[in-house]
């Protein structure tokens, strides 16, 4: 039985309830109305996959509504019941997004028939926009995953791989959205409509993560007071998406790696076995092939689990996503706060730019969820530094020029600390003609007998 809704929109209330009979013994969910603001009401406050509306209604046109439930919601498609004497305008109505017309009186097959292929469209229709809210088109990416040439290609190779049921292995810094790619993977694969079960692996204690993978059986060990289903059951027919994979024990690598080999696995206590149909997704901010020459990861697991590696660039090589990525998390954050920020200082976008970010995206959005939330403007400007900037001068590539006195003046300090402020010795040690060297401390502002008083006072 099919559970799509649609909305039927007629004035003849006879035609109404032939119309609602034929497409509900289909088993389609329907709403009627008789009127084009009821219409455009039930438009608004429901999920349509599909419209029927007369060419007139009443006094009122049956395009216009079209074009207003269009407005509403782009994807559902409309079909306009017209009779004999108006085909023509059925037809100027296809000319302007109407997705087909039935005349009237129409045959139950035709009306089905028609009714299905629209409905084929507005499935197609709702794909198409998902894929472009989760990944954006292919020239121009949501802000909250950027528009950079890295990231383009890593959402080429999310969407190439989420085409196969391979296992994929996620790797990249913390906090560059390991989990978020793992996500979008699964939404966009055949797996869609089964459960996303995530863990952490370096979150779960040693003795308890068997119990948490695979379940248990009440009496299992001391505690296990009922039945837990673990999370490979969960995830039967979904995907389970296993974060900090390289922080899991050898002895939980040879379970796991048995469980991926076999396809099935034994809660603990139990004597049936359950089959596994989970695609595996893994994720760390560690290099596996090291994990593995080091002996810390077991060389067949790593086969196992690294057949499509997608690599996250950090956020310090995909700056170009940073005015986008901050904007995005201010309109989030004023949203929830109540606030009407318009956007961020030129400054502080600048200091943005010129950090290093080592905690990737989740540091920027925490630092911006902090400026959203201190300022008092509408710009936010630069109180949301604090806390960056006492290193942003190190990551920021200076002009030369300053770089040079930076150098200069930080030489000519030691210097005078080393010699106590002897100029002689000082020349002397710098190759400097004496006259030379007053004429560059004193552009520092440097004087030698500073230093000669802190060695008289020890």
């Given at each position: 039985m099919a559970d799509e809704n649609i909305l039927i929109v007629d004035d003849d209330n006879h035609m109404l309830d032939v119309l609602e009979l034929s497409i509900a013994a289909e088993g389609y969910k329907i709403v009627?109305?008789?009127?084009?603001?009821?219409?455009?009401s039930a438009a608004k406050n429901n999920m349509f996959d599909l419209a029927l509306v007369d060419l007139r209604i009443a006094e009122e046109s049956g395009i216009e509504l079209m074009n207003n439930i269009s407005r509403i919601s782009p994807e559902v498609p409309v079909i306009i019941l017209t009779a004999h004497g108006t085909i023509k305008t059925a037809v100027e109505a296809m000319k302007q997004g109407a997705y087909g017309y039935l005349v009237k009186p129409f045959?139950?097959?035709?009306?089905?028939?028609?009714?299905?292929?629209?409905?084929?469209?507005?499935?197609?229709?709702?794909?198409?926009?998902?894929?472009?809210?989760?990944?954006?088109?292919?020239?121009?990416?949501?802000?909250?995953?950027?528009?950079?040439?890295?990231?383009?290609?890593v959402m080429e190779q999310v969407s190439r791989a989420a085409e196969t049921d391979s296992n994929v292995c996620i790797c990249g810094e913390s906090g560059t959205g390991k989990e978020l790619i793992a996500k979008s993977?699964?939404?966009?694969?055949?797996?869609?409509?089964?459960?996303?079960?995530?863990?952490?692996?370096?979150?779960?204690?040693?003795?308890?993560?068997?119990?948490?993978?695979?379940?248990?059986?009440?009496?299992?060990?001391?505690?296990?007071?009922?039945?837990?289903?673990?999370?490979?059951?969960?995830?039967?027919?979904?995907?389970?998406?296993?974060?900090?994979?390289?922080?899991?024990?050898?002895?939980?690598?040879?379970?796991?790696?048995?469980?991926?080999?076999?396809?099935?696995?034994?809660?603990?206590?139990?004597?049936?076995l359950i089959k596994s149909d989970a695609r595996i997704l893994t994720a760390t901010n560690?290099?596996?092939?090291?994990?593995?020459?080091k002996g810390s990861f077991r060389e067949d697991l790593f086969y196992r689990i690294y057949v499509i590696p997608i690599h996250l660039p950090p956020l310090r090589e995909r700056k170009k996503d940073i005015p986008l990525l901050a904007d995005h998390f201010i309109k989030n954050f004023s949203k929830k706060m109540n606030k009407s920020i318009k956007g961020i200082s030129t400054d502080s976008l600048q200091k943005l730019l010129s950090y290093s970010w080592p905690g990737n995206v989740r540091e920027l959005e925490n630092t911006i969820e902090y400026a959203v939330a201190m300022t008092t403007k509408d710009v936010i400007s630069d109180e949301l530094m604090l806390h960056i900037d006492?290193?942003?001068?190190?990551?920021?590539?200076?002009?030369?020029?300053?770089?040079?006195?930076?150098?200069?003046?930080?030489?000519?300090?030691?210097?005078?600390?080393?010699?106590h402020g002897n100029i002689t010795k000082a020349s002397t040690i710098a190759k400097k003609y004496r006259a030379d060297l007053y004429k560059i401390l004193e552009k520092y502002?440097?004087?030698?007998?500073?230093?000669?008083?802190?060695?008289?006072s020890k």
């Open positions: 009627t109305s008789t009127n084009v603001n009821d219409a455009i045959d139950h097959r035709e009306l089905i028939l028609q009714i299905k292929n629209g409905l084929e469209k507005s499935s197609l229709s709702r794909e198409v926009r998902r894929l472009k809210t989760l990944i954006g088109e292919r020239y121009g990416f949501k802000n909250i995953i950027g528009k950079s040439k890295k990231m383009q290609e993977l699964h939404l966009l694969s055949s797996r869609k409509n089964n459960s996303f079960v995530a863990i952490n692996c370096a979150a779960i204690p040693e003795g308890l993560i068997e119990g948490e993978l695979f379940g248990y059986e009440r009496g299992a060990f001391t505690g296990a007071i009922k039945n837990k289903k673990g999370f490979f059951a969960q995830a039967n027919g979904g995907s389970i998406f296993m974060d900090e994979i390289s922080e899991m024990s050898e002895l939980m690598q040879a379970k796991l790696l048995r469980v991926l080999q076999e396809k099935h696995f034994y809660p603990l206590g139990a004597e049936k560690k290099d596996l092939k090291d994990e593995v020459k006492k290193t942003i001068e190190d990551d920021r590539i200076k002009p030369m020029k300053k770089a040079k006195n930076d150098f200069e003046k930080k030489y000519l300090i030691k210097l005078m600390e080393y010699t502002e440097i004087k030698p007998t500073d230093f000669r008083k802190n060695i008289c």
